[in-house]
């Protein structure tokens, strides 16, 4: 990107948040803290009203705004494509608002890029899964959910608990909300149970967002996943499949931890994170004919004592 695009951008920014500190826009474009200094003194230059704290951020004074501005043909290719995972991934209501949303996108698109658009349109998809969660009718919680953690109030849930297979009623404090497996889950703090919780959206009978304001400062979403992975010992474990058999792996992959993968020299190398070592190795010897255990080395000696023991008997 050319110093130009980047102030550009750089004050596209400014206007999205309400304080941006110069770190982040140096982790955004992979340029130094100097060289923000220096962008945020051009764009000063250029009568741009920029106020600076340090060690708070920059801001934009009240009233500042740039009037529309022209999206680039990748962009509104890419809005078109995350509208598609929404209509389909999230609830009704999400859904609505979003496509409300690209009306207003595409009114300042130029009319080449309109056209586009349209024909993209009706050419890209986003399909159910085989199993599709149900949800409570009438329910669209994610709206209602992201309202509350914005706003920080406490939220009242009438919860089915799948393992005691009873309904319950919870306050809980959100800390906020991830899409895994096809499900939707909130993680918030419940009071009842004194404990951070995971609650899938599919299992709301009924929620409320309450008046009394969350008090308690709790960690960020992203914090909390990455402290619960740490404190379960996740196994990591690394795969080289063949291509062809990688395709048949299906959905079981991600109930085993599946996290990425990357092509090399024909083969599929996978990576996953389990919990259960004793589980994956007898999953792994469905198809281990066309995998290679490339690690840990516990994994590849608990396969073998498994294959052993099955050779002992035949």
């Not at 920059?58 to 680039?72: N, Q, V």
């Not at 395709?247 to 931890?257: M, N």
């Not at 255990?293 to 073998?304: F, G, M, N, S, T």
Request: charged share 25%; proline share 3%; hydrophobic share 40%.
């Amino acid at each position: 990107m050319n110093r130009i695009d980047r102030i550009s951008a750089i004050l596209i920014q400014l206007q999205s948040r309400r304080v941006v500190k110069a770190q982040a826009i140096a982790e955004r474009f992979g340029i130094s803290l100097r060289t923000v200094y220096r962008d945020m003194s051009t764009l000063e230059e250029a009568g741009v009203p920029i106020i600076g704290e340090a060690g708070v951020g920059y801001s934009l004074a009240d009233g500042y705004r740039l009037p529309p501005i022209a999206f680039t043909l990748d962009e509104a290719t890419a809005f078109i494509t995350a509208g598609k995972l929404v209509e389909t991934l999230t609830d009704e209501v999400n859904g609505s608002n979003y496509q409300s949303a690209m009306y207003k996108v595409r009114a300042v698109l130029r009319n080449a890029e309109k056209d586009y658009v349209a024909e993209l349109d009706s050419r890209i998809e986003v399909l159910k899964a085989r199993r599709p969660p149900h949800m409570q009718e009438g329910l669209n919680p994610l709206q209602l959910i992201l309202k509350a953690i914005a706003e920080k109030r406490v939220i009242c849930l009438d919860y089915f608990s799948y393992y005691r297979q009873q309904h319950t009623q919870r306050c809980v404090e959100p800390v906020g909300v991830f899409y895994l497996d096809n499900y939707w889950h909130l993680i918030a703090w419940c009071r009842e149970k004194k404990d951070y919780r995971d609650f899938r959206f599919d299992r709301m009978l009924n929620a409320e967002i309450t008046h009394e304001v969350v008090a308690t400062t709790h960690p960020s979403l992203k914090d909390y996943l990455a402290g619960i992975y740490k404190e379960r010992n996740l196994l990591k474990i690394i795969l080289l499949v063949e291509k062809e058999a990688s395709r048949h792996l299906g959905e079981q992959k991600f109930y085993h931890g599946y996290i990425g993968e990357t092509e090399k020299d024909g083969q599929v190398e996978m990576e996953f994170l389990t919990l259960s070592l004793e589980g994956f190795a007898r999953w792994y010897m469905m198809f281990g004919d066309c995998a290679q255990i490339v690690e840990p080395d516990v994994l590849r000696e608990r396969v073998k004592a498994i294959a052993e023991s099955l050779l002992s008997k035949i």
